[in-house]
T-cell receptor
Framework: DAGVTQSPTHLIKTRGQQVTLRCSPK?????VSWYQQALGQGPQFIFQ???????QRGNFPDRFSGHQFPNYSSELNVNALLLGDSALYLC???????????FGEGSRLTVL | AQSVTQLDSQVPVFEEAPVELRCNYS??????LFWYVQYPNQGLQLLLK??????LVESINGFEAEFNKSQTSFHLRKPSVHISDTAEYFC??????????FGKGTSLLVTP
């Protein structure tokens, strides 16, 4: 049973560019959440998708957007990258209303 | 405001000694409580959870945590730690049943 998979694992971008990160949820899960983890910090909630719609959003600007596909996989898009966007981006999947999240290994984004 | 506080940023301990990692939260509503562990350059793994029922929950590798509603705490304990327990530990609280609010993490360093 495959767990949560994310791609790419590492990437480097320059300021102003755009990035797309991808996530496939654990088999049987229908909800995908995205978190940003800066170095030495706990993960911060970006948003959560269920039934292809954004269900809840954290305190992140509109430069951060996402999408969920009919097969429950998800993308995180970040536009106009800033140096401060450098972080580990974690995808987590769950069954709705359980609150229990299963995390992927993350995508480490470096913005130069 | 709803928040999660991990009272210790770093906890050094000798192998086979007991350890307690502290976690407090502020909320006026019912919550779900979690402890996650993160090994270097990896994603987060669920260690244990409290959703309802018995206030004492245990993991398969000897950790336990007790939900104390009156003190709004969910401290993590292990009676005898191993070198392999060295990792970052995150307390997380779900206030809404959707997003998880994470603490800033506690770095557990076990030495011989």
């Amino acid at each position: 049973d495959a767990g949560v998979t994310q791609s790419p694992t590492h990437l480097i971008k320059t300021r102003g560019q755009q990035v797309t990160l991808r996530c496939s949820p654990k088999s049987g899960h229908d909800t995908v959440s995205w978190y940003q983890q800066a170095l030495g910090q706990g993960p911060q909630f970006i948003f959560q998708y269920y039934e292809e719609e954004e269900r809840q959003r954290g305190n992140f600007p509109d430069r951060f957007s996402g999408h969920q596909f009919p097969n429950y996989s998800s993308e995180l898009n970040v536009n106009a990258l800033l140096l401060g966007d450098s972080a580990l981006y974690l995808c987590a999947s769950s069954l709705q209303f359980t609150g229990e999240l299963f995390f992927g290994e993350g995508s480490r984004l470096t913005v130069l | 405001a709803q928040s999660v506080t991990q009272l210790d940023s770093q906890v050094p301990v000798f192998e086979e000694a007991p350890v307690e990692l502290r976690c407090n939260y502020s909320s006026s509503v019912s919550v779900y409580l979690f402890w996650y562990v993160q090994y270097p350059n990896q994603g987060l793994q669920l260690l244990l959870k409290y959703l309802s029922g018995s206030t004492l929950v245990e993991s398969i590798n000897g950790f336990e945590a007790e939900f104390n509603k009156s003190q709004t705490s969910f401290h993590l304990r292990k009676p005898s730690v191993h070198i392999s327990d060295t990792a970052e530990y995150f307390c997380a609280v779900s206030f809404s049943g959707y997003a998880l609010n994470f603490g800033k993490g506690t770095s557990l360093l076990v030495t011989p």
